[in-house]
Nanobody, 120 residues
Framework: QVQAVYSGGGSVQAGDSLRLSCRVS????????MAWFRQPPGKERESVAV????????SYRKSVEGRFRISRDNAENEVYLQMNYLSPEDTGVYYC?????????????WGQGTQVTVSA
């Protein structure tokens, strides 16, 4: 079934940058609106960024707007999250997620996610 291989996560200092990638197999992501979600420690899962099927439009959680950039490469079945000016509040497990185009279902997280830890 669907698998996702993550790269780019890790532990950094406040102000640093990371670029997350999520390469999907078992799905053709061009059929999906894609997103990044995260789960901060002790908090609920929250949406970070959303990107349309062909990547022409994006939307962001207010707290990351201007700092994070979501992008995708449908030919590679991959979605990215460039994260700049990281702060401790960005700490959490990050997941790429998909919602099949034309449906009203929730986004489904794919794979195990990747840990991002930002120290002050």
């Amino acid at each position: 079934q669907v698998q996702a291989v993550y790269s780019g996560g890790g532990s950094v200092q406040a102000g640093d940058s990371l670029r997350l990638s999520c390469r999907v197999s078992g799905r053709t992501i061009s059929q999906y609106v894609m997103a990044w979600f995260r789960q901060p420690p002790g908090k609920e899962r929250e949406s970070v960024a959303v990107i349309t099927r062909r990547g022409e439009d994006t939307s962001y959680r207010k707290s990351v707007e201007g700092r994070f950039r979501i992008s995708r490469d449908n030919a590679e079945n991959e979605v990215y999250l460039q994260m700049n000016y990281l702060s401790p509040e960005d700490t959490g497990v990050y997941y790429c997620a998909g919602r099949m185009y034309g449906t009203s279902s929730d986004f489904t997280d794919w794979g195990q996610g990747t840990q991002v830890t930002v120290s002050a």
